[in-house]
DNA sequence: AGCTGTGAACGCATTCACAGCC
DNA sequence: GGCTGTGAATGCGTTCACAGCT
């Protein structure tokens, strides 16, 4: 398992009572949403190859998961396979990008522009996937009006005006972790309704706005304990780290594995 | 839970190796060992602020869950709070440190020094949470020799020699996509058995070798597909992105109220 | 014959609710 | 009285296995 669990912060539920008749909920289970990006990579990889049909073999393969739980996953969005053949990749990949809103691009703010925000500035990655840089903010006053990636940063005050003017639904915060909070609050005052946010900080958000967290060293932790466990299991290691902890248990020969 | 958990003392003696006990497996489920690490940062805050004691209520408060999940996560590591009182902060944070295995450092390299190595590179939050930075890679002649936060940037060719002189186990991959499982495969080969990947790419690895996966643009398209449902759900709402799909694809008639 | 789409079975994670201890 | 620790209940996600279509 790879991707952080538990995103949402606030339920989708938009009225109170419902007065007149809904579409009826659609409902894609959120850990099926969260790997649609990884189908929609791997389709975009196959495409580029040339490839423009495929089983849900191949295309499991190509995105790392098994073809069971990719089939179900598409299930959730319709029939876009042929039995008997299987997926032709231009349409599905459509399909895909359609479901996840990224067939346009999103507007997106960055705020903190330190060496992490630099590099989210420069991710060519973001633009070829659906969103679009228009915004780096930061307090510090000799941050600003250096240019990152053929954007000047502006200084923080202007928030409000930019998510306006850009219409910005989503905010990145590379902050340190003091200021996350207060820059979060800003930021959904001013109309952001998603955040990503790399600062070590849990955040607290209305009713209505999603956070998603990103954390390195949470990431190196995990990794770390999985790691512990293998030298436990197996002491003729020395990749260990310099002091042993005290009598933990040896664990089974199996131990956590990821594919 | 069946197992009765040893409660053992408070003094952080790393090293002192336990006699005999050979408790049982452990297992700690894999959703609870990703939160560890989150219970380790709220309790350090708490720990800095003073707070010497907590409710599990509070810590819970503090780590972004509800207090049912806290207590039954904690209880997979053994009793360490005391009824009708709550949790020695001190003594939590010190448990679930050893049970990470953070607490000593573990040694890391970093391999592509583009941007996003540049800023793990300087990221601060690493040495303060059990992980050193041993050496950086990069396979571009001219980068090599460059100083990032007080590490000169090696050639990859040096990796083996520099994974074993320094007993690494845990590598970050911060290449492009492409160099990805090349580099994925040399560290393995040198003895690297944990990888956190930054570079967009599934990986193939041996069994007992551990993946984690961080993807940028893939978590802002998480947030992007509930962005649009709220703003399918509101369509007083002008946060929405700019166009309409762009015939991408054909039979994209059905529309988005469907089913 | 081959591959998708899906109900049913299973297993893991979360939540509930209260027994047990301070 | 208050708070932890934990079985039991519930809910979610994954896997199985096969019906249904090409």
Redesign the pocket.
């Known amino acids: 398992?790879t991707t952080p669990?538990?995103a949402r912060t606030a339920a989708p539920a938009v009225g109170a009572a419902e007065p007149s008749a809904k579409p009826v909920e659609r409902g894609i289970?959120?850990?099926?949403v969260a790997?649609l990006p990884v189908y929609l990579r791997a389709l975009t990889g196959l495409s580029d190859t040339g490839v423009d049909t495929?089983?849900?073999?191949?295309?499991a393969a190509a995105a790392g998961?098994?073809?069971?739980?990719l089939?179900?996953?598409?299930?959730?969005l319709?029939?876009?396979?042929?039995?008997?053949?299987?997926?032709d990749v231009e349409y599905l990949r459509y399909q895909i990008a359609r479901e996840i809103g990224v067939t346009q691009d999103w507007p997106v703010v960055i705020v903190g522009i330190g060496n992490l925000g630099h590099a989210l500035a420069n991710y060519s990655g973001f633009s070829s996937r659906g969103f679009r840089i228009v915004a780096l903010l930061d307090a510090d006053p000799r941050r600003q009006g250096e240019d990152v990636g053929g954007l000047g940063i502006r200084p923080f005050e202007e928030i409000e005006r930019l998510v306006e003017e850009h219409h910005v639904a989503i905010g990145v915060i590379a902050t340190p972790a003091v200021a996350a909070q207060h820059v979060c609050d800003r930021l959904v005052a001013a109309g952001v309704t998603s955040i990503l946010n790399f600062a070590p900080a849990v955040l607290t958000v209305p009713h209505g706005v999603d956070v998603r967290k990103v954390d390195l060293s949470i990431e190196l932790q995990i990794l770390a304990y999985h790691e512990q466990r293998k030298a436990l299991a197996d002491p003729g290691s020395d990749a260990v780290p310099d002091a042993l902890p005290s009598g933990l248990a040896p664990l089974a020969a199996d131990g956590v594995v990821s594919r």
Not at 29 to 32: L, Q
Not at 65 to 69: E, G, P, Y
Request: glycine share 12%.
């Open positions: 398992m669990r538990n289970p959120e850990a099926t790997r495929c089983s849900s073999e191949e295309l998961v098994n073809s069971a739980k089939r179900k996953d598409l299930s959730y319709g029939s876009y396979g042929t039995r008997g053949v299987g997926y």
